[in-house]
């Protein structure tokens, strides 16, 4: 059987939804920034391309080596092409105004170059997460794009994705009709078809959290924990495991392909940072993603993707995964 590359999937879902041929562009130019972040993550010592710069991002967070590269690869590959408006990257304090001497186009890229980078040096999976804007009718205007323009709720997203860097390098895509994997194939040099229609088991036995932030938790979080932890004799009547990569990607990459459950909840260290994970390219294109999957994916008190961005660089809870679980921590949230 021929196989399916991302570049073939994309000419059909033109034919069949109607996809409109600049965003296709972009998800192809994404995937190709993806192929050459996983090819530089993947020299490691190699190439002198792990440890840190020595400075911070906006976030306050020490950037690796890494992060400013994969940054830097996105913009480049981006730039030129004539189909965005903007981009916006949690590198990056400012929205990137595309050069004046490219053409501009209908849409705005907002990444995290590389999520999960203090993972790199340790040798663990890390990955690269988009979200996929319009950009709103500017009205002829011409200065810089401002961030307002970036200010929209995850369900304005058109497309959402990630590239996870690991034994395999995949690339899970959603184009609003349901979620897709394609694996990479070096010796074609292509993402190819693997995973043709991705569901998030409805009910799981399997969760996700920093355990060592219990103390700081509020008290729904700490009652469904603990009701996890609990076990068969428990309330929920069976026992859990657990798993914590650190590595956004990877946890949600495993509740996509067996299911579980995801928290970064809200913690009591900084009321100015109600989470620590970022609204507009971790939590917006991961809750995409894990919806269109039949998924749930919540900041414990309303759908993530329903939530009205203030600023480009928000933090939020985060519980997402499978249904019933995300459900229940919601639900305590309510009481
Ligand atoms: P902690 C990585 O830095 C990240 O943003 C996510 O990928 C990951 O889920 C989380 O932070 C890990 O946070 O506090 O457990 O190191």
Redesign the pocket.
């Known amino acids: 059987m021929s196989r399916i590359t991302l570049s073939r999937y994309l000419i059909e879902q033109t034919r069949s939804h109607n996809t409109p041929a600049d965003l296709r562009f972009l998800i192809e130019v994404v995937a190709r920034a993806c192929k050459a972040i996983s090819h530089a993550v993947s020299k490691g010592a190699l190439d002198d391309v792990l440890g840190s710069m020595g400075t911070e991002n906006v976030q306050g967070e020490v950037q690796k080596k890494l992060d400013v590269m994969s940054n830097e690869i996105l913009l480049e590959a981006n730039e030129w092409g004539g189909h965005l408006a903007g981009m916006a990257s949690e590198e990056m304090d400012q929205a990137y105004q595309i050069p004046g001497r490219y053409p501009k186009g209908a849409y705005l890229l907002v990444f995290d170059p590389l999520?999960?980078?203090?993972n790199i040096d340790v040798n663990v999976s890390v990955g690269t997460i988009f979200s996929v804007l319009r950009c709103p009718d500017r009205n002829g205007a011409t200065g810089d794009l401002g961030e307002e323009a970036f200010l929209q709720p995850g369900t304005k997203q058109v497309a959402a994705g990630y590239a996870i860097y690991g034994p395999q390098t995949m690339l899970l895509l959603t184009l609003g009709n349901g979620v897709k994997g394609f694996t990479l194939d070096r010796e074609l040099g292509s993402f190819v078809l693997t995973h043709d229609d991705i569901k998030v088991p409805e009910t799981t036995q399997e969760f996700a959290v920093?355990m060592s932030?219990q103390r700081h938790w509020e008290a729904p979080v700490q009652r469904y924990v603990n009701e996890l932890l609990a076990g068969e004799s428990g309330p929920l009547e069976k026992n859990y495991n657990m798993r914590?990569i650190?590595?956004?990607?990877a946890?949600v990459h495993r509740i996509l392909t067996r299911g579980g459950v995801f928290m970064?909840p809200r913690d009591g260290r900084d009321p100015a940072m109600p989470g620590?994970?970022r609204l507009m390219y971790?939590a917006n294109p991961m809750s995409f993603i894990i919806e269109q999957a039949g998924g749930a994916a919540t900041n414990g008190t309303q759908r993530i993707l329903d939530i009205q961005p203030t600023s480009l660089h928000q933090r939020v809870p985060v519980f997402l995964g499978s249904k019933e679980e995300v459900e229940r921590v919601t639900a305590y949230h309510q009481e």
């Not at 999520?115 to 203090?118: A, F, L, T, Y």
């Open positions: 999520d999960g980078s203090s920093n932030n914590w650190a590595s956004m990607v946890d970064y620590k994970l971790e």
